[in-house]
C-alpha cells in the first residue's frame, strides 16, 4: 500500500506518509542535514542589508562592495567542484561536517574583519562551504529517504533555503541600530554552521555511499535503522537494488556524463541549474527592496514589502512539500513556471506604462508575490531535487557538482547584470527579457523533464537509462 504513490492523495498524508514510512529518525537526520540549506539561504538574504553599513566602516568602493557580494559566488562554484570528489572519497557525511566547520570560521573571520580585502577573503571561504552545502544536503537525504516521501523531505533543503534568507531578512532589519550591526548580520550565521557540523557527526552515512564502498552490512544496518518502525519496510529489496545499481555503475567516472547514454541527464540537470537563475529570482532576492524603491515607496516601507516577499517564498516552499509526492514533481514545475511567466510579463507591463504606475502601484508588489510564489512551488526545489534523483549512483555526486556550479555561475551572471541591463535596455525591457527566458525554460522542461514520484533512486536509474545499458563498456 504504502509503495504507491498514489496512496499520497492528501496533503497532510505527506506528514502521515512520514511518521509511517520510519521513526523519528528519518525527520531528524533529514532536518541536519537541511541545514546546510540554511547557510545557503542566510548568505543570500544578509548581504544586501548588512552591505549598507559595510561600505561606510570599512571604506569600501563600488568594486570591493561588489567584490564582497560576489566572491561569495565564486567560492560556491569552487565548492560545488571540488566536493563532487570529496562527497564519493570521504562521505557525504564527513563532506558535510568540514563544511559546517569551514563555515564557522568563515562566519567569524567575516564578522572580525578589519579591512575589505580580509572580509573578500571570508567571504570565498564562506562560498567555499556553501557550494558544498548546496548540493551535498539534497544528496545525502535523497539516499536516505524511501520514495513515497523522497520529495518532500528533500525539499526540505529548500525550506531551509527559504527560511534562511526569511531569518537574514529579519536579523538585517533587527541589527540595523546596534553598534557594529554588520558583524552581528555575517557572524551570527556561525551558530548554524557550527549546529551543522556537530549534528552531521550524529548521523549515519548513506546507505547507498555504504554499499558503493563495499559495506553492504553497515548499510544493512543503517537501513534496518531508518525503516525501523515502517511496516512495509523491504530491506534485503532495497539492498539487492542498490547492490544492482551499483554493480553496473560503480566504475562509472566524471568522464561518462559525456557519452550519449548519460548526455541527455546531463542536459536535463544543466537546463533547470541555468534556466532556475535566468527566470531572474536572485534579482527579485536581492534587489526586491530596490525594485520595491523604483515604485515610488521609502526606503523603509520597500524593506518591510521585502519581508512579504520572503514569508511568501517559505509558505509556498511548504506547499511544494506536501505536494511534490502527490501531484508529483512535473505538474508543479510546470504550474509554477507558468505562473512565474506571466508575473512577469506583468512587471514588464508595470514598468512600460505610467498609467499602471500611477493609479495602480500595488501591481508592482502583487506581480513579486505571484513571482515568488510561482517559483517556490516548482522550480525552486524541484531543480534540487531532480539533479538528487535523475542520475545513476556512479556519476551521481560528479553530476550534481556540475549541475551545481552551472546553477552558482549563471546565479553570479543574472546578479551581476541586472542593474546594467535596466540601465541599457530598461527595467521593462528587462523583466521582458526574463519573460522571454521563462517561456523557453517552460517549453525546455514541458518536452525534457520526466516525472520521478514515488519511484525508487534505482527505478528512476533504469527507467532513465535503460535497463541493460551501461554508461560505459564493462
Ligand atoms: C535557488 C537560489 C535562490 C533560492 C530562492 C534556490 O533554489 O537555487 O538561487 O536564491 O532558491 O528561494
Not at 57 to 72: E, K, M, P, R, Y
Not at 280 to 294: C, E, K, M, S
Not at 378 to 403: C, N, Q, T
Not at 407 to 436: D, E, K, P
Request: proline share 4%; glycine share 10%; aromatic share 10%.
Amino acid at each position: 500500500m504504502a509503495g504507491d504513490p498514489t496512496e499520497t492523495d492528501t496533503p497532510v498524508s505527506f506528514l502521515k506518509e512520514v511518521r509511517a514510512s520510519g521513526n523519528g529518525m528519518l525527520i531528524r537526520i533529514s532536518l541536519i542535514a537541511a541545514i546546510g540549506g540554511l547557510l545557503f539561504g542566510y548568505d543570500t538574504g544578509v548581504i544586501s542589508g548588512a552591505l549598507l553599513y559595510i561600505k561606510g566602516d570599512l571604506h569600501a568602493g563600488t568594486f570591493q562592495q561588489q567584490a564582497i557580494v560576489s566572491v561569495l559566488l565564486l567560492g560556491a562554484m569552487v565548492g560545488a567542484l571540488a566536493s563532487g570528489y570529496l562527497a564519493d572519497r570521504i562521505s557525504r557525511r564527513w563532506t558535510k561536517v568540514i563544511s559546517g566547520a569551514v563555515y564557522v570560521i568563515g562566519a567569524l573571520g567575516c564578522a572580525f574583519s578589519v579591512n575589505a580585502e580580509m572580509l573578500i577573503g571570508f567571504r570565498f571561504l564562506l562560498g567555499l562551504s556553501v557550494g558544498t552545502a548546496s548540493f551535498v544536503s539534497p544528496l545525502y537525504i535523497s539516499e536516505v529517504a524511501p520514495p513515497r516521501v523522497r520529495g518532500g523531505l528533500v525539499s526540505f533543503n529548500q525550506l531551509a533555503i527559504t527560511s534562511g534568507i526569511l531569518i537574514a531578512y529579519i536579523v538585517d532589519f533587527l541589527f540595523r541600530d546596534a553598534p557594529g550591526n554588520w558583524r552581528w548580520m555575517l557572524g551570527i550565521a556561525a551558530l548554524p554552521g557550527a549546529a551543522l557540523a556537530v549534528g552531521m557527526l550524529t548521523v549515519p552515512h548513506t546507505p547507498r555511499w555504504l554499499m558503493l564502498t563495499g559495506s553492504q552490512d553497515r548499510a544493512r544496518g543503517v537501513l534496518e535503522r531508518l525503516r525501523s518502525g515502517d511496516d512495509d519496510a523491504d530491506i534485503e529489496g532495497e539492498i539487492t537494488e542498490i547492490d544492482e545499481a551499483n554493480s553496473k555503475e560503480s566504475e562509472s567516472r566524471a568522464a561518462d556524463l559525456l557519452r550519449p547514454r548519460l548526455r541527455p541527464l546531463l542536459w536535463i540537470g544543466l537546463a533547470l541549474a541555468v534556466f532556475q537563475q535566468l527566470v531572474g529570482v536572485n534579482t527579485v532576492i536581492y534587489y526586491a527592496p530596490t525594485i520595491l524603491a523604483q515604485t515610488g515607496l521609502t526606503n523603509s516601507s520597500s524593506i518591510a514589502q521585502t519581508v512579504f516577499v520572503g514569508i511568501t517564498n517559505v509558505v509556498f516552499t511548504i506547499v511544494a512539500v506536501l505536494l511534490l509526492d502527490r501531484v508529483g514533481r512535473r505538474r508543479l514545475l510546470l504550474g509554477g513556471v507558468a505562473a512565474l511567466t506571466v508575473a512577469l510579463a506583468v512587471l514588464g507591463v508595470y514598468f512600460w506604462s505610467s498609467a499602471i504606475q500611477d493609479h495602480a502601484p500595488y501591481v508592482a508588489l502583487v506581480g513579486l508575490l505571484v513571482y515568488i510564489a510561482g517559483f517556490a512551488v516548482g522550480l525552486g526545489p524541484v531543480f534540487w531535487l531532480m539533479i538528487s534523483e535523475i542520475y545513476p549512483m556512479g556519476v551521481r555526486s560528479k553530476a550534481m557538482s556540475v549541475a551545481t556550479i552551472a546553477n552558482w555561475g549563471a546565479n553570479f551572471i543574472v546578479a551581476g547584470t541586472f542593474l546594467s541591463l535596466t540601465s541599457v535596455i530598461t527595467r521593462q525591457g528587462t523583466f521582458f527579457l526574463y519573460t522571454a527566458l521563462a517561456v523557453v525554460a517552460f517549453a525546455v522542461f514541458a518536452y525534457r523533464v520526466p516525472e520521478t514520484r514515488g519511484r525508487s533512486l534505482e527505478q528512476i536509474q533504469a527507467e532513465v537509462l535503460g535497463e541493460d545499458d551501461r554508461p560505459r563498456a564493462a
